[in-house]
Nanobody, 127 residues
Framework: QVQLVESGGGLVQAGGSLRLSCAAS????????MGWFRQVSGTEREFVAG????????LYADSVKGRFTISRDNDKNTVYLQMNSLKPEDTAVYYC????????????????????WGQGTQVTVSS
């Protein structure tokens, strides 16, 4: 079992930065792929970024590539999402996710590939 708790969300002006953190419990954290999704009210959850168990491979949605960076610290059981050059369209609830597998699947953008979800943290970017 893996339990996920996000933090670091908030209100920021366009062009600013935020760093989200996801603290995970469970001894399997260091052996599973992790990621971030986001959701705007009334729409489907959207893949943002993913990282393999050792951190050697990362994947990003085109909309955030070059602005967001996902990383992990397995000693601290934490995964991060550094968000720079934020835009109003980045406003959403951001969810941390964990897979049961070490590597991101070929369908990494599909919510059904992830077994564990955090409760979400709100990010609001003002124009």
């Amino acid at each position: 079992q893996v339990q996920l708790v996000e933090s670091g969300g908030g209100l920021v002006q366009a062009g600013g930065s935020l760093r989200l953190s996801c603290a995970a419990s469970g001894r399997t954290f260091g052996t599973v792929a992790m990621g971030w999704f986001r959701q705007v009210s009334g729409t489907e959850r959207e893949f943002v970024a993913g990282i393999n168990w050792k951190g050697g491979t990362t994947l990003y949605a085109d909309s955030v590539k070059g602005r967001f960076t996902i990383s992990r610290d397995n000693d601290k059981n934490t995964v991060y999402l550094q968000m720079n050059s934020l835009k109003p369209e980045d406003t959403a609830v951001y969810y941390c996710v964990a897979d049961r597998r070490r590597y991101l699947s070929s369908n990494y953008y599909d919510t059904r590939e992830y077994d564990y979800w955090g409760q979400g943290t709100q990010v609001t970017v003002s124009s």
